[in-house]
């Protein structure tokens, strides 16, 4: 069995990346990470990386002037290593347009909302003051608008009355880890299509939802 060629793009502590790791370890998992690339030297996910063996890059922003010459770095990285699908998993940096179309529909992203609600940073924070009942998290095909784009599984969990933003968003990234893994395995074992703003799965509408009881 071919699996799919999978790069990873972090920024940070990798919890998501491990999940994915954990993931390809099975037998029959149809997505292998080939490359995981960093935008800091610093990201801890890159340990991760290398405790699982997988080649690791960093391509840090900030020695670009342009954002134009940062995403060709990235793009000559997975083309490189014959990427066939990016998963951005904690990946804090704005990608332009010229990339996002050249991995249209190759490239996926997990935010920590129930988007489209709140889409942008502090989510879990936001959630809160917004008196949402669930929140959770979403995986779906990047778009050029941020936090956009057709989405493959959503994630929830109940918001608890004595939640501050930390617990909320440690419940969150537990439904993360089940969330991102089972995407990645959708859509490596050609069970989702694009259509439109949406997917459908098995030919049915998407997404797939997982409902966490707590
Ligand atoms: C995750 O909660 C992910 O959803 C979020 O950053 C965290 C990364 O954690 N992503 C975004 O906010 C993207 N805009 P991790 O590095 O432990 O996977």
């Known amino acids: 069995m071919a699996r799919l060629r999978t790069g990873v793009l972090i920024s940070g502590r990798g919890s998501n990346l491990q999940a994915l790791i954990d993931a390809c370890t099975a037998r029959d998992y149809p997505a292998e990470i080939v490359l995981v690339i960093a935008n800091r030297a610093d990201a801890a996910g890159l340990d991760r990386a290398a405790r699982a063996k997988i080649p690791t890059r960093v391509v840090a922003h900030r020695g670009f002037t342009e954002r134009a010459a940062f995403d060709a770095a990235l793009d000559a990285a997975l083309r490189e290593a014959r990427v066939e699908l990016v998963c951005l998993a904690g990946f804090m940096r704005v990608l332009g347009a010229n990339f996002i179309d050249a991995w249209r529909d190759r490239m996926i992203n997990i935010h920590p909302s129930l988007l489209p609600e709140f889409p942008g940073l502090d989510t879990h924070a936001r959630a809160l003051a917004a008196g949402a009942k669930r929140h959770g998290c979403t995986v779906h095909f990047v778009r050029n ?70």
């Open 145 to 214: 608008e941020v936090d956009n784009g057709p989405i493959i599984v959503q994630g929830s969990v109940p918001v608890l009355p004595d939640d501050d933003a930390d617990k909320l968003a440690a419940r969150v990234l537990a439904v993360e880890h089940r969330a991102y893994p089972l995407a990645l395995r959708l859509v490596a074992d050609g069970r989702v299509r694009v259509r439109g703003d949406s997917v459908e799965i098995d030919g049915r509408p998407g997404p797939v939802r997982l409902d966490a009881v707590a």
